[in-house]
């Protein structure tokens, strides 16, 4: 648990402060930051992943890494894009010009991803592309569970916290990715509340395809399970796809082998979590 969560989780548990809390950061929040040279949108109404980019404490050891290795060449594909961070950070690269597809079924979040989309599509001379759909592993139509409090927490499973429900269009990673003319990705991003299975078990041929590929996804047993998942079969699914599986850690995204599955599941029950890495092919983890 990080100091924000214990923060958020267990100091401010009561819903009193939590209400107050909230309502101070929505006040505070700008309608649009700058994270290096790229330009993401805020959702006005969310305190949480807002109130960090705001602050400059989001994320900090993925996005290192993610500025470290992108390429200007490089398809990227992002999945739970929600805002658009790092649809943002990819299209902001100097001299851009390979291809995003940022890919976030909640429509309230979409709306901000398109802005942000537009704000850095306008420098850049490769392809941004934003899909509505939920990637899985079938065609089908899904309910999202929405966290009011969240807007990064929406699952596709009920909870507690959850308030809200959304119906929207799920269809598999390959099949997403052939409408948009997208055969092999260079980059993938998965955050989507325990789902990740999902999508890889949607995606074998758009990974197959993709020789050299770097995959950034949250692991999260506790969801995984939720979402009809194993986290030690969900590590051996990406291991069996051929990925090396890194642990990153840290604010400067650094990487660690992940040498014992077993030992990463045990450590990583109930509200913890783990950011992993897979890389795959000639792609360099130094």
Known sequence: MTIAEFVYTILLKPRPLRRAANAAIRALLPGRIRVGEATVWLNPDDPVI???????????????????????????????????????????????????????????????????????????????????????DRAETLTLYKNPENKGDNRLYPDPLLRGEETVAADTLDNICRRYGIASAQFIKIDVQGAEARVIRGASGLLAASGDCILMTEFWPYGLSRCGADGLEYLEMLRDLGFRLYELTGSRGVLESVSSPRALVERTQGRRYANLVGVKGNRATA
Do not use: W
Request: neutral net charge; contains cysteine; aromatic residues 10%.
């Open 50 to 136: 807002s109130g960090a980019l705001t602050l400059g404490v989001y994320e900090r050891g993925e996005i290192a890494y993610f500025r470290s290795r992108f390429g200007a060449d490089m398809t990227f594909v992002d999945i739970g894009a929600n805002v658009g961070l790092y649809s943002a950070l990819a299209l902001s690269t100097p001299g851009f010009r390979g291809r995003v597809l940022a890919i976030e079924p909640h429509s309230e979040s979409r709306l901000y991803l398109q802005k942000t989309i537009e704000s850095n599509a306008a420098a850049a001379t490769g392809a941004a592309l934003v899909c509505g759909h939920a990637a899985s």
